[in-house]
């Protein structure tokens, strides 16, 4: 039986709160080291230093992309920090999967009120998805997630009922 495979990268759009926080750390790190420069204080530089160290660090995890894998009825959704720390968030069998719509679709309509979980590209024009699931001892969820057309294809071909495509 040929397994049904697909997969989606999009990579998450900055946040005013990520933009913020980043301009926040430079020029902390910025006045550490003109504090440290004006009193002469070799904590402060030494202070100065190991957080210019840790924000060289720290940056690239400031870039995330979400990649979702469908493989055989189980669907995985995956962050990828920096490009190149990958970590899977949920795995999810099609077995407990309510249904699968477009975000403002009426067959939804239902499950408006149970916790999302955006593992989209949060830009406005995206195309996003809604999979409702149950998750463990949670209860149903809402997972927002923006899938290509192999991908939406695949999961109707396996499980017909549950997706949805208007």
Same mark, same amino acid.
């Given at each position: 039986?040929?397994?049904?495979?697909?997969?989606?990268?999009?990579?998450?759009?900055?946040?005013?709160?990520?933009?913020?926080?980043?301009?926040?750390?430079?020029?902390?790190?910025?006045?550490?080291?003109?504090?440290?420069?004006?009193?002469?204080?070799?904590?402060?530089?030494?202070?100065?230093?190991?957080?210019?160290?840790?924000?060289i660090w720290?940056?690239?995890?400031?870039?995330?992309?979400?990649?979702?894998?469908?493989?055989?009825?189980?669907?995985?959704?995956?962050?990828?920090?920096?490009?190149?720390?990958?970590?899977?968030? $949920? @795995?999810? &069998?099609? +077995?407990?999967?309510?249904? =699968?719509?477009?975000?403002?679709?009426?067959? !939804?309509?239902?499950?408006?009120?149970?916790?999302?979980?955006?593992?989209s590209s $949060? @830009?406005? &024009?995206? +195309?996003?998805?809604?999979? =409702?699931?149950?998750?463990?001892?949670?209860? !149903?969820?809402?997972?927002?997630?923006?899938?290509?057309?192999?991908?939406?294809?695949?999961?109707?071909?396996?499980?017909?009922?549950?997706?949805?495509?208007?």
């Open positions: 039986m040929e397994n049904m495979y697909a997969e989606t990268a999009v990579k998450r759009a900055n946040t005013p709160m990520s933009i913020a926080l980043r301009a926040l750390i430079v020029a902390a790190i910025i006045f550490t080291f003109f504090f440290a420069s004006i009193t002469g204080s070799r904590i402060l530089f030494a202070l100065g230093a190991v957080a210019a160290c840790l924000i720290l940056w690239p995890r400031f870039n995330v992309e979400w990649e979702y894998i469908f493989v055989d009825g189980q669907l995985d959704f995956d962050t990828i920090s920096g490009g190149e720390k990958r970590k899977t968030k $949920l @795995r999810i &069998d099609f +077995d407990e999967v309510e249904a =699968v719509a477009p975000l403002k679709s009426h067959a !939804l309509d239902a499950y408006r009120h149970y916790k999302v979980r955006d593992y $949060l @830009r406005k &024009d995206a +195309d996003i998805y809604v999979v =409702v699931v149950k998750i463990g001892e949670e209860g !149903l969820n809402q997972i927002y997630f923006e899938p290509n057309e192999k991908m939406l294809t695949t999961m109707k071909n396996k499980a017909p009922r549950k997706v949805m495509l208007y």
